[in-house]
């Protein structure tokens, strides 16, 4: 399987260099506070309207990270471990799989050809669960290598979930 979830090491990159990006659009937001009275309202309307779908991008990235958790497949297993929770699912409960492009949580700040993805598994009860994937910054879907690993993962559970579950009456003995 090619799933390159990220590891607890660098869940925590991802945590300090959020820090970092939210301290660099704070300063952006000061410095056009602070250069507005002299700046014509045309001008100030297109840089504080790009602000705030920054401002407003950023905060719906930063809101998925906190729900994120480090994650492995194991033993037909989505085994998902953050702070404060810990998830085993049977991959067989998992309804569907989605990735999302990330703008602002990044590894490092370095390298434009690392990139990452939010990994959502959807669950028959209609819980969400994220993990972070390694991805490319153009591929598209997101993350598409690991996600289709990921696919063959839960479609292999349900199968192997399905042919555990059919009666003896069934099988025909030659």
């Not at 799933?3 to 301290?23: E, K, Q």
């Not at 037909?76 to 309804?95: M, Y």
């Amino acid at each position: 399987m090619d799933i390159r979830f990220l590891t607890f090491p660098d869940f925590h990159n991802v945590y300090f260099y959020r820090s970092i990006t939210l301290a660099i659009l704070l300063a952006i937001a000061g410095l056009v506070l602070f250069k507005a009275p002299a700046t014509r309202l045309p001008e100030l309307s297109l840089v504080g309207g790009c602000l705030l779908l920054m401002g407003w991008r950023f905060a719906v990235e930063w809101r998925r990270l906190n729900k994120a958790g480090t994650a492995s497949i194991h033993n037909d297993e989505l085994i998902i471990t953050s702070e404060n929770d810990h998830w085993r699912i049977p991959l067989s409960s998992v309804h569907a799989v989605a990735t999302k492009h990330s703008l602002f949580m990044v590894r490092r700040y370095r390298s434009w050809s690392e990139h990452l993805a939010f990994v959502e598994f959807t669950l028959h009860n209609g819980e969400r669960l994220y993990t972070l994937a390694e991805s490319a910054v153009f591929e598209s879907p997101a993350a598409k290598h690991s996600l289709a690993a990921i696919q063959a993962a839960v479609l292999a559970a349900k199968v192997k979930s399905a042919a555990a579950d059919k009666p003896a009456a069934l099988v025909v003995e030659l």
